[in-house]
């Protein structure tokens, strides 16, 4: 949750770029934005009914401030990957941060 806060409240108006883990070890794993996000998804799926409705709420909101400062990728459906989760969907790979 710190992670993605930190990425989708970010200063500036400027747009943001998830960026790939440069490692694949499981902390470094959250370098990559959309990592930590997948994460969170698996635990709203696990958790009881009253926290999950909480966490769903705050992920929420990071989710339109997610939105708001990536770019969607316009050639998301033609890649090998091909991901249904939306914040996958998003341009990535420039620099991260302000």
């Given at each position: 949750?710190?992670?993605?806060?930190?990425?989708?409240?970010?200063?500036?108006?400027?747009?943001?770029?998830?960026?790939?883990?440069?490692?694949?070890?499981?902390?470094?794993?959250?370098?990559?934005?959309?990592?930590?996000?997948?994460?969170?998804?698996?635990?709203?799926?696990?958790?009881?009914?009253?926290?999950?409705?909480?966490?769903?709420?705050?992920?929420?909101?990071?989710d339109?401030?997610?939105?708001?400062?990536?770019?969607?990728?316009?050639?998301?459906?033609?890649?090998?990957?091909?991901?249904?989760?939306?914040?996958?969907?998003?341009?990535?790979?420039g620099?991260?941060?302000?």
């Amino acid at each position: 949750m710190r992670r993605y806060r930190a990425f989708a409240l970010a200063p500036g108006r400027r747009p943001l770029y998830p960026q790939d883990a440069e490692c694949s070890c499981r902390g470094c794993s959250f370098d990559d934005v959309r990592h930590a996000r997948d994460v969170l998804e698996e635990v709203l799926r696990h958790l009881p009914v009253r926290a999950r409705e909480e966490l769903r709420r705050r992920v929420a909101c990071l989710d339109t401030a997610y939105l708001r400062r990536t770019l969607p990728d316009p050639f998301a459906d033609q890649r090998r990957w091909g991901s249904g989760r939306w914040w996958r969907r998003r341009l990535a790979g420039g620099r991260e941060g302000p």
